[in-house]
């Protein structure tokens, strides 16, 4: 057998192996056991994936309760598509779902906001006034994008004036696409960077860098571009191990970096972003600019008794959770899961996976007085895209430990079977999260 041959062959065997342990690699409490009868009222508010994903756990492991999924939006977005849209590498389509697909019956959709968290009185009223009492309260709003507080600018402006920013849905990421192809027809001088607050997917800014740098090479204009990133502080990632390997990525790519630049004005008209800094304001030029907004917990979450009161996350809203049971501190009744939680790592749909069986394992020991046994880790997985077909596929925990789920793949080496799975196999894995499954 040829050489070339047999290369394929043991090729098409990682990829049947890597499928296998995709489906394997499920969080724990993925299995159904006997359901346990109860008449608890259990409001979900949020039906993005961390709600849909506690719903669909909770319905398979309970009897009997009247479980509330408190959700104003019919449309349900894969949001780790949105790189690839922006990227031009998937359709607006790609990321688009149907909240109703995750559901059953025997789940009470409530098509409506949250307005009022009242946990001392153990009700959520919605938009239009009604009033959800609970048993149990479960908080997965996600978090708010809070694109106002960038002066000059506004989501109608993306896709123009070379302005990207694929946060705003899929086809915000669609327009960003747009803005990126136009920018590789002549290249010029392309702004990165992040907000100071927490947000979702701290990676996301550093692959939409390397993206770029990969659609302008293709396209023959890197040669007369210039591609800058705006640290947020004196890092590119919190892990110090892949904060390493990214400065070697970022030289070997010749991206410059300027340090502790926080993105806080946009003038479209000039092309100019003014960036706060520790010597005052500075204003940058581009031809392109990404833009990340600060993000901070929905005003309901904000305004309620529910986040922390003080520490490094009373600022921007997120609740007041126990970082390994993701039981509220001062509520016992009131968990959180997803990006609204106040923990040290966790805004990823990876972290989703692994947050919501142990939020429902202590839920469910509150109802049986056998108490939960589970603990979150702070398990989150990133894969870091460095071009198109290539990616780093980092995980890692509180400690900033990494924890690599397929140990055939280096976590900090760029390899295409990274590529693979972040590009075929984890959609089917995240909506199987939703139903449950994984």
């Known amino acids: 057998m040829p050489v070339a041959e047999r290369g394929r062959i043991s090729r098409r065997a990682i990829l049947a192996a890597a499928g296998g342990?995709?489906?394997?690699?499920?969080?724990?409490?993925?299995?159904?056991?006997?359901?346990?009868?109860?008449?608890?009222?259990?409001?979900?508010?949020?039906?993005?994936?961390?709600?849909?994903?506690v719903a669909s756990r909770l319905r398979r492991a309970l009897d009997g309760a009247d479980i509330v999924l408190l959700e104003p939006r019919t449309d349900h977005f894969y949001q780790p598509g949105f790189t690839l849209i922006g990227a031009g590498l998937k359709p607006a389509g790609y990321a688009q779902l149907k909240?109703?697909?995750?559901?059953?019956?025997?789940?009470?959709?409530?098509?409506?906001?949250?307005?009022?968290?009242?946990p001392d009185a153990n009700m959520v009223v919605t938009g239009s006034g009604s009033r959800l009492p609970y048993d149990f309260l479960v908080v997965a709003t996600g978090l708010r994008l809070d694109y106002a507080a960038i002066a000059g600018m506004d989501t109608g402006l993306i896709g123009r004036e070379g302005i990207a920013s694929v946060y705003a849905g899929p086809d915000a990421a669609a327009r960003s696409w747009d803005a990126l192809a136009r920018f590789a027809e002549t290249g010029g001088v392309g702004l990165f960077g992040r907000p100071a607050t927490e947000m979702k997917c701290a990676g996301a800014p550093l692959k939409q860098t390397f993206l770029a740098d990969d659609t302008l090479r293709r396209a023959g204009t890197r040669g007369r571009s210039e591609i800058v990133y705006n640290a947020h502080n004196r890092t590119l990632f919190s892990v110090p191990l892949v904060d390493a390997r990214l400065r070697e990525l970022f030289a070997r790519q010749a991206f410059a970096v300027n340090w502790d630049h926080v993105l806080i004005a946009i003038d479209p008209g000039r092309h100019v972003a003014t960036y706060a800094t520790p010597a005052g304001p500075v204003e940058r030029a581009w031809d392109f600019i990404n833009v990340?907004?600060?993000?901070?917990?929905?005003?309901?979450?904000?305004?309620?008794?529910?986040?922390?009161?003080?520490?490094?996350?009373?600022?921007?809203?997120?609740?007041?959770?126990?970082?390994?049971?993701?039981?509220?501190?001062?509520?016992?009744?009131?968990?959180?899961?997803?990006?609204?939680n106040g923990v040290p790592k966790g805004k990823t749909a990876a972290s989703v996976k692994w947050q919501a069986p142990v939020a429902v394992d202590h839920l469910l020991g509150t109802i049986t007085g056998k108490g939960g046994t589970q603990r979150y880790n702070g398990y989150t997985s990133c894969p870091l895209i460095t071009r198109a077909g290539e990616a780093m596929l980092?995980?890692?925990?509180?400690?900033?430990?990494?924890?690599?789920?397929?140990?055939?793949?280096?976590?900090?080496?760029?390899h295409w079977l990274s590529w693979i799975i972040k590009e075929k196999g984890l959609k089917a894995n995240y909506t199987a999260m939703l139903r449950g499954r994984a």
């Open 21 to 53: 342990l995709a489906a394997l690699a499920v969080a724990p409490g993925a299995g159904r056991g006997t359901p346990v009868r109860t008449k608890a009222r259990i409001v979900i508010a949020g039906g993005g994936a961390a709600g849909l994903t």
């Open 99 to 118: 909240t109703a697909d995750f559901l059953t019956p025997d789940i009470r959709w409530v098509a409506d906001t949250a307005s009022t968290f009242d």
């Open 292 to 340: 990340i907004p600060p993000m901070r917990a929905p005003d309901a979450v904000r305004n309620s008794p529910l986040p922390w009161q003080a520490g490094p996350f009373a600022a921007d809203g997120w609740i007041e959770v126990d970082k390994a049971t993701l039981r509220h501190l001062r509520y016992p009744n009131v968990f959180g899961v997803g990006d609204v």
């Open 394 to 414: 980092v995980e890692f925990d509180y400690d900033n430990n990494l924890t690599p789920s397929f140990p055939f793949v280096p976590p900090l080496e760029e």
